[in-house]
Nanobody, 124 residues
Framework: QVQLVESGGGLVQAGGSLRLSCAASGRTFSSYVVGWFRQAPGKEREFVATIGWGGGRTDYADSVKGRFTISRDNAKNTVYLQMNSLKPEDTAVYYC?????????????????WGQGTQVTVSS
């Protein structure tokens, strides 16, 4: 069982940066793949980034490549999403998720554990 709590969201101007954190409970968190997803009003939840066990495997949505960086610190049971060069279209509720297993996945249905979400608002 894994419980996830996101933090770090807020209001930022376009071009600014935010760092989201996802704190997890559970002694085996290091063996979970973690994903970040986001959901804007009226839209479906979409994949943002994912990271493997040790942090060496990562992947990103095309819309955030080169601007966002996902990382993890297993000693702290925490995954981060550094978001730079933010755009108004990045505005959404951002969710941290986790799945047992080794393979990186990109669909929300592939993840069994979710946090409550944190709001990110980017003003133009």
């Amino acid at each position: 069982q894994v419980q996830l709590v996101e933090s770090g969201g807020g209001l930022v101007q376009a071009g600014g940066s935010l760092r989201l954190s996802c704190a997890a409970s559970g002694r085996t968190f290091s063996s979970y793949v973690v994903g970040w997803f986001r959901q804007a009003p009226g839209k479906e939840r979409e994949f943002v980034a994912t990271i493997g066990w040790g942090g060496g495997r990562t992947d990103y949505a095309d819309s955030v490549k080169g601007r966002f960086t996902i990382s993890r610190d297993n000693a702290k049971n925490t995954v981060y999403l550094q978001m730079n060069s933010l755009k108004p279209e990045d505005t959404a509720v951002y969710y941290c998720s986790a799945r047992a297993g080794y393979v990186l996945r990109y669909a929300p249905t592939e993840y069994g554990y979710w946090g409550q979400g944190t709001q990110v608002t980017v003003s133009s």
